[in-house]
């Protein structure tokens, strides 16, 4: 069994920065897990952002945020990192870390992913 906390969101304003984090515990090596990144928006469908694998070799962002976010991870710490930059109001949402520990990379379909966090509010403001 795999737990993941998400923290660093917040509200911030168009144009700012935030860091992500989530941290893997449990009975768990966390450099066998592939991890990756995905948002839900109020009204709207939980979708991809970010992801990594399991040596952090392989990364892949979706298109509106392809050159403002860069997900990393650390495994010494047990941590995955989503850095977010020039953030805009499109991405207020719920930000969620998963885990798959069956695959070296698992992409963006979020059924490959079977361990979730509780999400993450990031709100920005215009």
């Known amino acids: 069994q795999v737990q993941l906390v998400e923290s660093g969101g917040g509200l911030v304003q168009a144009g700012d920065s935030l860091r992500l984090s989530c941290v893997a515990s449990?009975?768990?090596?966390?450099?066998?897990?592939?991890m990756g990144w995905f948002r839900q928006a109020p009204g709207k469908e939980r979708e991809f952002v970010a992801a990594?694998?399991?040596?952090?070799?392989?990364?892949d962002y979706a298109a509106s945020v392809k050159g403002r976010f860069t997900i990393s991870r650390a495994g010494a710490k047990n941590t995955m990192y989503l850095q977010m930059n020039t953030l805009k109001p499109e991405d207020t949402a719920v930000y969620y870390c998963?885990?798959?520990?069956?695959?070296?990379?698992?992409?963006?379909?979020?059924?490959?992913?079977?361990?979730w966090g509780q999400g993450t509010q990031v709100t920005v403001s215009s």
């Open positions: 998963a885990a798959d520990p069956t695959q070296r990379y698992a992409g963006s379909f979020s059924s490959q992913y079977d361990y």
């Open positions: 449990g009975r768990t090596t966390f450099s066998l897990y592939a």
């Open positions: 990594i694998s399991r040596l952090g070799v392989t990364t």
